[in-house]
């Protein structure tokens, strides 16, 4: 393929990852090795066409497993505000909690057991800070 071929495959891959297409940055890749490919045919580096696809695919290889996971999560991390962890968090009751005993709960739209785990009673509409998780069990204590 021609240099300037490269180019416009590298610059049809990088625009349709970043405007149209969301492939969590594989095509990113692709596309710069695209171009690198023919960047070196454009500097003179002949090689054969099986030998420019050869290096096309070691360049995207290499580069996806090497840079795609740390760049995508520092593009595109996590929403803001957002926790994987909820331990910390204030979630309101809605019924009075005595020590060691459950009841449910919503948040965050899901339905969750909450035990009490502190050793004072939760009073109904008051807030308890969740201490950790378990499956779908908060275990909470009152401030």
Known sequence: MTWWGWIILGAVLFGAELFAIDAQFFLVFLGLSAIIVGALDLLGIGMSESMQWTVFAVLSLISMFTFRKALYEKIRGGAPGFHDSIEGEEIKLEVDLEPGSDARADYRGTSWTVQNVG????????RARVVKTEGLVLHVSAD
Do not use: D, L
């Not at 050793?119 to 008051?126: E, F, L, V």
């Open 119 to 126: 050793s004072a009673t939760i009073p109904s509409g008051s």
